[in-house]
């Protein structure tokens, strides 16, 4: 497959659809949008009644809306999808599907400065018009603040070390660009591993500039409240963070993956899991090389 200048190409198509539309005249969402090629696998599943959200924070999203009245595109952040779909006069919803990777027209657009394979701009924001850039974090965060973001974001052994070496280099001269953070960075990564450690260490920045976790856990959250009896929460995961939290609120309705009883002590759990996680098959993995991290889980509302 050909993916160069692609917006996104859809993991787990076809698996995570099946497992999402259970009611053709249902009202569903997809949460992240991107290129839309779940939306698109979603209304082909529709009927007529049905409807679909589509939820996307960036602005470049909104050129890839399909033509379909059943459609409607939400610019927002999939963390207030309650408040939004209270407001389009839907308090329950049939599913929600997620597929929290990141868009390859993110990583190939060297003026968001997501990839270290590109120099551009230090920014990193889904929503350019808001919040703060990579260039803010790694200029004016502590040390302190520094190493435990790419401890807990990347992950990573070292990352005392890495934010040593990013104070030290920035008390030269600031770090605006992509090219500046490499060099910051560089000498505490190992030559064998640095491909590797350089894309944590830029997961790790993204994942604060654009608070993933505290949106992740948001819109979760909201699902247990959002979703009807036997609605779908589906959802793709691509590093241990995030599947954590997926999978505890799956298993037990909450982030912390605290299984709460009644006072007979009777399990309150709002989801039933369906199914084994599913991963992709070779294929899929030799097509798309960033699929080969997906995880997906589908839960049913109880």
């Known amino acids: 497959m050909d993916i160069k200048g692609t917006y996104h190409v859809p993991v787990l198509l076809k698996q995570s659809v099946d ?3 259970t009611d053709p005249d249902g009202v569903y969402a997809d949460a992240t ?9 979603i209304l082909s599943r529709l009927s ?31 963390r207030y999808m309650r ?28 003026s968001r ?7 551009g701009p230090a920014d990193m924001r889904m ?21 435990r973001l790419f401890r807990l974001y990347g992950e990573l052994y070292n990352g005392r070390q890495l934010a040593r070496a990013v104070v030290r280099y920035r008390t030269n001269r ?22 590797k450690d350089l894309a944590k260490v830029f997961q790790a920045i993204r994942m604060e500039v654009n608070h993933e976790v505290d949106a992740l856990r948001e819109m ?9 009896k036997g609605g779908r929460l589906v959802v793709i995961t691509y590093h241990s963070i995030e599947d954590r939290m997926v999978k505890n609120l799956m298993k037990s309705g909450n982030i912390e993956g605290e299984v709460k009883t009644d006072f007979y002590g009777n399990r309150e759990v709002p989801f039933r899991c369906i199914g084994k996680p599913v991963t992709p098959d070779a294929g899929e993995q030799a097509d798309n090389p960033r699929s080969r991290s997906a995880k997906l889980r589908i839960a049913e509302r109880v």
Not at 114 to 119: E, G, I, N, P, V
């Open 48 to 78: 007529p009644k049905g409807l679909l959200y589509g939820f996307d924070q960036d602005a470049d999203a909104r050129n890839n809306i399909p033509g379909d009245s059943r459609f409607t595109f939400v610019y927002g952040n999939f």
């Open 220 to 228: 979760l959250c909201s699902s247990v409240g959002l979703l009807e």
């Open 174 to 195: 600031r770090i605006e660009t992509v090219t500046g953070l490499v060099e910051a960075v560089r000498p505490e990564i190992g030559r064998e591993r640095e491909k």
């Open 19 to 21: 497992g999402l539309v």
């Open 33 to 41: 949008f991107g290129g839309g090629g779940h939306s698109r696998e």
């Open 113 to 119: 400065g997501f990839s270290f394979r590109f120099d």
């Open 83 to 110: 408040n939004f779909m209270r407001w389009y006069g839907h308090e329950r919803l049939t599913g929600i599907l997620a597929d929290l990777g990141v868009s390859w027209h993110h990583f190939d657009d060297s």
């Open 127 to 147: 929503n350019q018009k808001e919040g703060l850039r990579a260039a803010d974090v790694l200029n004016d965060y502590t040390e302190e603040n520094l190493a």
